[in-house]
Nanobody, 123 residues
Framework: VQLQASGGGLVQPGGSLRLSCAAS????????MGWFRQAPGKERDFVAT????????YYSDSVKGRFTISRDNAKKTVYLQMNSLKPEDTAIYYC?????????????????WGQGTQVTVSS
């Protein structure tokens, strides 16, 4: 499985961005997907996850109500809509595939990772 994340950039506080992650391979719809982020000097943290069919989602407390994860299995793509962005959302955002079809927040449950896309929130 190869994952290609895109959509990052520089945005002002309060703005929005939509990240995309395109996957290769025929098993995309078999696995839950997740987004994690890593700020400079910090650990990689869980952001959001969605199950294999898109019926269940789960978010970190820091993004709940502002971010929305979704997926299109026909396009083999997972999205992260980010609204009301704050400077503390600045990080490299990574998409990843879970080892199961169920929502997971533990990084240890994820196996394949994309290259990451930079999100910078600054005025």
């Amino acid at each position: 499985v190869q994952l290609q994340a895109s959509g990052g950039g520089l945005v002002q506080p309060g703005g929005s961005l939509r990240l995309s992650c395109a996957a290769s391979g025929s098993t995309f719809s078999s696995y839950a997907m997740g987004w994690f982020r890593q700020a400079p000097g910090k650990e990689r943290d869980f952001v959001a996850t969605i199950d294999q069919i898109g019926s269940s989602t789960y978010y970190s407390d820091s993004v709940k109500g502002r971010f929305t994860i979704s997926r299109d299995n026909a396009k083999k793509t997972v999205y992260l809509q980010m609204n009301s962005l704050k400077p503390e959302d600045t990080a490299i955002y990574y998409c990843t595939t879970s080892a199961t079809g169920y929502i997971e927040s533990s990084i240890s449950r994820y196996n394949y990772w994309g290259q990451g896309t930079q999100v910078t929130v600054s005025s």
